[in-house]
């Protein structure tokens, strides 16, 4: 067995909620990667593939297949949020606005159908759990990456995690919107060894009908980190890959595409773009979440032939891509 020298912090007072950690993961960056998702995003795409990474918040999560029925919850619960519903199925009711977040569900529930949706590390914690890995990141030119949510809305949190896994030699990814203030962005840019920031629309207004906010920050950062990007030496590959996901009738169009595109080729340097395809398989989350699902039903990611045509339009543009 081989044993991993000891981590070491100046200080690890920061700490973070993470909802998930993702092992041999191989699209978050290059190599094979751990990557541990952070709870809390100041954007609300209807699209999120994470939606427990939305609130900043440490909830309850409730799985009814899981549910046996006992009612211990019921009982334990002080605040009135969960009752016993006399129905066909006899399923819970969980008013999730009633819920204080106590905790008491959650220690009574024999069959973990009611669960906290994370759990609060320490950068020293966090940075330990992913370095588990670091023999495969060896082999195969990988790293750790941090995703959400929003990262970058824990730069403290990110940065102290980052440090201890650069003094290894680690390779560091982040995934973000690059919502977020400038302060954040130049306080990671010396710990991060690449963005892989996500462009979802190109026009302002729509932006902000569909992520509830504006672009303009996004585009400054963007522009922000391609600028320090283009001094860097190129033969360490790309700091900076914008990716775009692929939303039916909201991200997909040609129009915004080429966008994207026109911004994208007009920054410092090189800087390749990636199409996300749709990914259909979220529903679940938001059901366990007591959340509605805007695309409720969907099964289908886009078709190959309409995602080489909008590739098409990025090289057109200028863009190199993916």
């Known amino acids: ?26 699209h978050d960056g290059p190599g094979i990667r751990s990557t541990a998702f952070l709870k809390g995003c100041p954007l609300r795409c209807p699209w999120c593939h994470n939606p427990e990474g939305l609130d900043s918040r440490s909830l309850i999560w409730h799985t009814d297949s899981q549910c046996i029925r006992c009612w211990r919850c019921v009982s334990s ?20 606005a009633k ?20 759990r609060e590390y320490s950068a020293l914690e966090l940075a330990e759990e ?12 990988g790293g750790i990456t941090l995703s959400g949510g929003e990262p970058m809305a824990m730069a403290d949190f990110v940065q102290d995690v980052f440090k201890a896994c650069r003094d290894r ?20 840019l010396p710990v991060v060894d690449l963005f892989l920031a996500d462009f979802k629309l190109a026009a302002d207004g729509e932006h902000r009908r569909y992520t509830g906010a504006g672009n303009r920050r996004i585009l400054d950062n963007m522009t922000y980190i391609a600028r320090i990007a283009a001094q860097d030496d190129a ?13 039916p009738g909201m991200t997909d169009a040609e ?21 996300l395809n749709f ?32 590739k098409s339009v990025l090289r057109r543009n200028g863009c190199r891509v993916l």
């Open 1 to 26: 067995m081989r044993l991993l020298p000891e981590l070491h912090m100046d200080s690890d007072k920061s700490a973070g909620l993470v909802f998930d950690i993702k092992r041999f993961a191989l």
């Open 77 to 96: 619960c002080t605040a009135g949020a969960l009752t016993a519903v006399d129905n066909e199925e006899c399923r819970l009711g969980f008013d999730r």
């Open 99 to 118: 819920c204080i977040r106590c905790g008491n569900c959650v220690e009574v529930c024999p069959s973990g159908a009611l669960r906290w949706d994370s």
């Open 130 to 141: 992913l370095l588990k890995d670091e023999v495969f990141f060896e082999s195969s030119g």
């Open 169 to 188: 030699g680690v390779h560091t990814a982040i995934e973000t919107s690059l919502y977020a203030p400038l302060e954040a962005v130049e306080r990671l």
């Open 235 to 247: 033969s360490q590959g790309p700091r900076l890959i914008v990716r775009v996901p692929l939303i």
């Open 255 to 275: 129009d915004n595409i080429a966008g994207i595109a026109r911004f994208v080729s007009g920054l410092e340097g090189d800087v390749p773009v990636e199409l």
């Open 279 to 310: 990914n259909p398989l979220a529903e679940s989350k938001y059901r366990t979440q007591g959340m509605s699902y805007r695309f409720l039903g969907s099964t289908d990611s886009l078709p190959a032939q309409h995602i080489e045509h909008l």
